[in-house]
């Protein structure tokens, strides 16, 4: 009768070991995380270099008048 029972344990952890999906959960959320940063940076790094263009035309409207 124990052996069964150890057996079973066995089983339970070698399903547990080959079990993949905890690691992939964590695997899309470290990708998530990298593209919201790339996404983050690109947005910041246009939104000023799209501000300087703004204040660029802004003043040469302004002189042109």
Same mark, same amino acid.
């Given at each position: 009768?124990?052996?069964?029972?150890?057996?079973?344990?066995?089983?339970?952890?070698?399903?547990?070991?080959?079990?993949?999906?905890?690691?992939? +959960?964590?695997?899309?959320?470290?990708?998530?995380?990298?593209?919201?940063?790339?996404?983050?940076?690109?947005?910041?790094?246009?939104?000023?270099?799209?501000?300087?263009?703004?204040?660029?035309?802004?003043?040469?409207?302004? +002189?042109?008048?």
């Amino acid at each position: 009768m124990q052996l069964f029972s150890l057996s079973k344990i066995v089983r339970a952890v070698k399903t547990f070991g080959q079990d993949e999906e905890g690691v992939t +959960a964590i695997e899309y959320g470290l990708i998530a995380a990298l593209i919201a940063v790339f996404i983050i940076a690109s947005v910041t790094l246009v939104g000023s270099k799209l501000s300087a263009l703004f204040t660029y035309v802004a003043s040469q409207l302004a +002189a042109a008048t």
